[in-house]
């Protein structure tokens, strides 16, 4: 037989399409040709494939050999397709008495026939398992694999591969790698701040974005890092969409991270390819590597701008597109925003315990930062003030972060029963729906829009937050405690345009305004 077909998968942004590759040996002068637009690490698998065969003890054919791969408008990159390529030409030339049908093969060869890992193994195995199809990827891929493929199998070796499929010793099925159970420090550990915790609370029952301000040593990383573990347990798709990102990224994924929400805090020097994901071939950035978990921004001005506006898109679509020469790759990327940022560059703008020496001008270009766009976007702004030594120590202990994750997982759970989705992606057809005022209640909101300047998009917010801090407290109607509430996450001066040429007036004086109903 001078013509073999065998199965394979390359993986593509979080897919994984099939691969047929095509072996056919020919006479004439001994020679190794792939088509099908492979790029240079599949160019030279013939040196690998050439290497691994004649090492297992097996005759490298002296033919003309012809490798296609298909579909050939197709681009392949990546080492995976070398296990495939190698038991074509063995059973072109007769070599392996086999037939590979309902088989996918993934993996690359070192020079000795070994199977070494390969990238993307998890969307791999998603995509084969939901085309019924077999699975044999290297021993070092075979516990993810096996975590959502009913049927993988993991082989050490090139001549394992070709026992199992000549009947001579069969590959054991592949066991799920053991996960960890999750652990998260506890928000009881944080005392006092007791307003930043139940805005911490309320992003996390609804999904919505905070910023956290406030000088340094205030609890705000502290706060943020508490956050995945009072959030609800991940879904099984959840699960299966954050590690299928994290498989193909260049950190690979952990099987035993799997079901634990991601928590990725990139350092404020990281570039805007770095936060959305970019490369010749795209891959994920830190914005996807956080989805369906918490994307944290410390010192948030510190960011270069280019930085924090790429994040405005992916805020309101949940996914981003890359656009490159080669390829258009979206991923998905619907992360739970958590910021935090200093008053001033110094830090100390209205702290009681020390001086700021920055100039107007100085706070104002810091603030300045931040567009109004990239500000409108994020649904709560909470003032994390500094606490004196002595109220620390009296502070009582809050609630445990067991506690407070069953709060939020009723009120996650409430918002899944009426609409489907958390309260942050509410369209406004559904804000319309779901969100009703009662008259008297409508006409507040009216006039707190008009005194604080709101946008569409801010007076939407307002009425989201304000339908999540209904579910926690178990209402099932708006009442106006929840509606003033909302607005007082939206009335810091940070997001006030008026109040931006008075940049020198400390933060605290939100809790001086004039109350809405006056």
């Known amino acids: 037989m001078s013509l073999a077909v065998v199965s394979s998968r390359v993986a593509l942004g979080i897919e994984a399409p099939r691969i047929t590759v095509e072996v056919h040996l020919a006479n004439g002068l001994p020679a190794l040709t792939i088509v099908g637009l492979p790029e240079a690490a599949v160019r030279e698998s013939k040196e690998r494939v050439r290497s691994a065969i004649q090492t297992s003890g097996f005759e490298f054919p002296q033919r003309r050999i012809t490798v296609n791969l298909a579909p050939a ?41 070994a199977l070494r890992p390969i990238k993307g193994g998890l969307a791999i195995a998603v995509r084969s398992q939901a085309d019924g199809r077999a699975l044999i990827v290297p021993q070092a891929n075979a516990g993810e694999a096996a975590l959502v493929h009913r049927d993988a199998y993991g082989a050490e070796h090139l001549l394992a591969v070709c ?18 159970a999750a652990s998260h420090p506890d928000l009881a550990e944080v005392r006092g701040q007791a307003t930043a915790k139940r805005a911490l609370t309320l992003a996390a029952a609804g999904a919505h974005s905070l910023l956290m301000v406030g000088p340094p040593g205030t609890g705000k ?22 590690a299928a990102l994290a498989s193909v990224s260049d950190q690979g994924f ?71 020469a080669q390829a258009r790759i979206e991923y998905p990327a619907r992360f ?61 202990r809050g609630d445990s972060s067991a506690e407070v994750q069953q709060r939020v997982t009723a009120a996650r759970e409430r918002q899944l029963e009426r609409q489907g ?11 319309e729906a779901f969100c009703k005022l009662a008259p008297d209640d409508q006409a ?46 939206r009335r810091h001066p940070l997001l006030d345009a008026r109040n931006r040429a008075a940049a020198n007036a400390p933060f605290a004086t939100v809790a001086t305004a004039k109350p809405l109903e006056e």
């Open 221 to 242: 990383s502290m706060l943020a890092a508490r956050l995945p573990g009072i959030l609800p347990s991940m879904t099984e798709a959840e699960a299966l969409e954050s």
């Open 163 to 180: 026992a199992h499929l000549a009947g001579q010793q069969a590959l054991a099925a592949a066991a799920p790698a053991t996960v960890e």
């Open 421 to 431: 989705k958390p309260n942050s992606l509410l369209s406004a057809d559904e804000i």
């Open 444 to 489: 507040l909101l009216d006039q707190a829009c008009r005194r604080l300047g709101l946008s569409a998009r801010g007076y939407h917010r307002v009425l989201r937050v304000a339908r999540t801090v209904a579910d926690l407290d178990g209402h099932k109607q708006i009442p106006r405690a929840a509606v003033l509430e909302a607005v007082g996450y």
């Open 73 to 113: 408008d197709l681009p392949k990159e990546g080492s995976g397709l070398d296990l495939a390529i190698a038991l074509g030409i063995l059973i072109a030339s007769g070599q392996l008495k086999a037939r590979p049908d309902g088989y996918d093969f993934v993996g690359e060869l070192a020079l000795s026939g």
């Open 336 to 396: 739970q925003l958590i910021a935090a940022m200093n008053p001033c560059p110094c830090g100390y703008l209205g702290a009681p315990h020390a001086e700021c020496h920055c100039t107007p001008a100085q706070i104002e270009r810091y603030q300045g930062r931040l567009s109004g766009p990239l500000l409108d976007r994020i649904d709560l702004v909470q003032e994390v003030p500094a606490m004196p030594p002595e109220s620390l120590r009296r502070a009582a």
């Open 254 to 324: 952990d099987p035993a991270r799997w079901g634990i929400r991601p928590f990725r805090s990139p350092h404020h020097n990281a570039s805007d390819a770095a936060l959305i994901g970019g490369g010749p071939r795209p891959k994920p950035g830190e914005i996807s590597l956080a989805h369906n978990g918490v994307l944290f921004l410390d010192e948030l001005p510190e960011f270069s701008r280019r930085a924090l506006e790429a994040l405005r898109e992916p805020l309101e679509r949940g996914a981003v597109a890359l656009a490159r």
